[in-house]
C-alpha cells in the first residue's frame, strides 16, 4: 500500500464536471489499494477573480483580509471535492491548511511554512478516509490565516508528502508534463519523460510555471519523489530526479521565456570601489529582488548599472535608485519595461563547451539584439527586446533539436 499526494490545479478542478472526474480518479487509486490524500486549487481563474473582487471593492488590500479572502477559493474547492468523493462512496474530509497543521511566518499574502503538524490528516488516513487539503494556506504564528503566494499549492503538496514521508508527490495539470519548452508556444515541443530537480529549478526560475519554484525547492531539500502528470488524459507525466553522476546528460534540456521583469539603470555613476555596494544595500534594505546584474566599462571615471526587477517593483525601485543617484551624482535613471528574457537549460552544458556560442549565434542569425547576458553551470540566459523573444524561443528550441520529430 503506497501513500499519494494528489495534487490538482486550477484548471483540473475548473468546474462540477471536471471534479467529478478528479474525484473518479482518486477512486481508481484508491481501489487499487493506495491511501490518498488530496490537495487542491481554487477553481478554474478563482484567485484572480477574487483579487480582483478586492480591487473593486477597495484600493487599500491589508494582508490579513486579503488572505481571508483569496483562501476562500481552495477551501471551497476541498468541500466540493469531499462531496464528489461521497457519491463514490469514498469516504473523505475537507482541512483547510490550519486544520492540516500548516504552521506559517506572518508574511500575508507571500506566507513561508514553518512547520508541518499533519495530525488530523495522518487521522483521517487511519481511519481509511481520503483526506482533502486547500492548497497555499496556513495559520500564523499569530494565529491569522494566511496565504503561501501564487503557485503555493504545489507547495503545500511536496510539504505534506514530506511531512508524511509519503511514497510519491503527484502533481496533476492542464499538461502532460514538463515539456520543453512552453507548449503553448511551441506546439511541437516535447514533455520530458525525466528531469533533474537542478535542470528544474533553472526552468523555474527563468519562466517556466510549472511547478511552482518554491515547491522544486522543497522537494529538492527534502528529496521528495515528484511526478508532474495531466488531469485530462492521466497518462505517465515527467518525473523529476535527482542527477545521476553517470547520466549521459542532454547538452541543452528545455527552453524557457520570461516577460515579467523590468531593466532598471543608474546612469554615470563614479566607477569606485562602494559604490555597486551602496546601490545594491539600498535596494536590499527594502526588500526589493534584484536579478540580472551588469556593469558597463568604465568611460572616464564613469560607468552604468544595469539590473532586472519584476514589474511589480518598477516604480517602489525607481524612486530608491533617484535617491541613490543624488547621492552619487549620477547622471540619472533610465527604466525599459519592453524586455523579456530567453534561457536554455541543460545539465549537459558542464562539460560540453560551445553551448553559448550556438545560443548567441542563433539569435544574430534571427537578427535578435543581446541586451544582457548571464549564466549559471548550467543555463544561459540572454535580455532581449519583449516583441522578439517567441521568435528567440522558436529558434532556439529548433537549433538544438528539442522538437518532436
Ligand atoms: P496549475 O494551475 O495546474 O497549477 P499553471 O496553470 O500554473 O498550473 O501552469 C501550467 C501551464 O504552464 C501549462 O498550461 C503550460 O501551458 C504552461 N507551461 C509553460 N512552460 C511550460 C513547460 N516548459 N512545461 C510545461 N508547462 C509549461
Ligand atoms: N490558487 C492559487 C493560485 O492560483 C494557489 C495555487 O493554486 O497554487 O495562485
Ligand atoms: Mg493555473
Not at 82 to 91: F, K, R, T, V
Not at 233 to 248: A, L
Request: hydrophobic fraction near 40%; proline fraction near 3%.
Amino acid at each position: 500500500m503506497a501513500l499519494v499526494i494528489q495534487k490538482f490545479g486550477g484548471t483540473a478542478v475548473g468546474d462540477p464536471e471536471r471534479i467529478q472526474a478528479v474525484a473518479e480518479h482518486v477512486s481508481r487509486t484508491i481501489r487499487r489499494g493506495d491511501q490518498v490524500v488530496m490537495v487542491v486549487s481554487a477553481m478554474g481563474k478563482e484567485t484572480d477573480d477574487l483579487l480582483r473582487l478586492a480591487s473593486e471593492v477597495s484600493s487599500t488590500h491589508p494582508g490579513r483580509e486579503m488572505d481571508m479572502l483569496i483562501t476562500a477559493g481552495e477551501r471551497k474547492a476541498t468541500a466540493l471535492m469531499c462531496m464528489a468523493l461521497h457519491d463514490l462512496d469514498i469516504p473523505a474530509d475537507s482541512f483547510t491548511g490550519s486544520q492540516a497543521g500548516f504552521l506559517t511566518d506572518t508574511t500575508h499574502t507571500n506566507a513561508k511554512i514553518i512547520e508541518v503538524r499533519p495530525d488530523r490528516v495522518r487521522e483521517a488516513l487511519d481511519a481509511g478516509r481520503v483526506a482533502v487539503v486547500g492548497g497555499s494556506q496556513g495559520v500564523s504564528t499569530d494565529n491569522d490565516v494566511t496565504f503561501l503566494g501564487r503557485g503555493g499549492s504545489d507547495t503545500t503538496a511536496v510539504a505534506l508528502a514530506h511531512a508524511l514521508n509519503a511514497d510519491v508527490c503527484e502533481l496533476y495539470t492542464d499538461v502532460t508534463g514538463v515539456f520543453t519548452t512552453d507548449p503553448r508556444l511551441v506546439p511541437s515541443a516535447r514533455k520530458m519523460n525525466t528531469i533533474s530537480f537542478d535542470e528544474l529549478l533553472e526552468m523555474t526560475a527563468t519562466g517556466c510555471p510549472k511547478p511552482a519554484m518554491r515547491s522544486v525547492e522543497y522537494a529538492r531539500t527534502h528529496r521528495v519523489k515528484l511526478h508532474v502528470r495531466s488531469a485530462f488524459t492521466w497518462q505517465e507525466g515527467t518525473w523529476v530526479t535527482e542527477e545521476e553522476p553517470n547520466m549521459e546528460q542532454a547538452i541543452v534540456s528545455a527552453i524557457t521565456h520570461d516577460d515579467s521583469e523590468a531593466k532598471m539603470t543608474i546612469n554615470g555613476v563614479p566607477d569606485k570601489p562602494g559604490v555597486a555596494a551602496q546601490v545594491f544595500r539600498s535596494l536590499a534594505n527594502q526588500d526589493i529582488n534584484v536579478d540580472l546584474i551588469v556593469q558597463n566599462v568604465s568611460d572616464h571615471g564613469v560607468t552604468d548599472i544595469s539590473f532586472t526587477v519584476p514589474h511589480d517593483d518598477v516604480s517602489h525601485v525607481e524612486k530608491i535608485l533617484n535617491q541613490i543617484a543624488g547621492e552619487l551624482e549620477a547622471q540619472g535613471v533610465s527604466i525599459d519595461t519592453e524586455i523579456a528574457r530567453v534561457s536554455v537549460v541543460g545539465a549537459g552544458m558542464r562539460t560540453n563547451p560551445g553551448v553559448a556560442a550556438k545560443m548567441f549565434e542563433v539569435l544574430a542569425d534571427e537578427g535578435i539584439n543581446i541586451a544582457m547576458i548571464s549564466t549559471s553551470a548550467i543555463r544561459i540566459s540572454c535580455v532581449v527586446q519583449e516583441n522578439r523573444v517567441e521568435d528567440a524561443v522558436k529558434a532556439l528550441h529548433t537549433a538544438f533539436n528539442l522538437s518532436t520529430t
